[in-house]
Nanobody, 124 residues
Framework: QVQLAESGGGLVQAGGSLRLSCAAS????????TGWFRQAPGKEREFVAA???????FNTDSVKGRFTISRDNAKNTVYLQMSSLKPEDTAVYYC??????????????????WGQGTQVTVSS
């Protein structure tokens, strides 16, 4: 049984930083692609960033230059380093992993495993 667990969310002032972590059991992140998504109140869940099996990364335009996705294979953990946070970054952040396939996608349908999410709140 695969379980993903996010941590690291919290309340931060605009301009601040947070690092989210996603740990997995029953799944090896380096074997497939992993993504971060977020859902703001009243909005649909949206893609934030992804990393493929080889370590190549991709960010959505709204977070480029501010967010960095990375992976520690030894710890089997994927991170989302967020800096220069803005109030519009407030959302529940989810990590998701594909069960197979190293290519990353921005569409939710390609991801098979999801965490429960962690709340990030950015105050102005």
């Amino acid at each position: 049984q695969v379980q993903l667990a996010e941590s690291g969310g919290g309340l931060v002032q605009a301009g601040g930083s947070l690092r989210l972590s996603c740990a997995a059991s029953g799944h090896t992140f380096s074997s497939t692609a992993t993504g971060w998504f977020r859902q703001a109140p009243g909005k649909e869940r949206e893609f934030v960033a992804a990393i493929n099996g080889a370590g190549r990364t991709f960010n959505t335009d709204s977070v480029k230059g501010r967010f960095t996705i990375s992976r520690d294979n030894a710890k089997n953990t994927v991170y989302l380093q967020m800096s220069s946070l803005k109030p519009e970054d407030t959302a529940v952040y989810y990590c998701a992993a594909r069960s197979s396939g190293s290519l990353f996608y921005s569409q939710e349908k390609y991801y098979d495993y999801w965490g429960q999410g962690t709340q990030v709140t950015v105050s102005s």
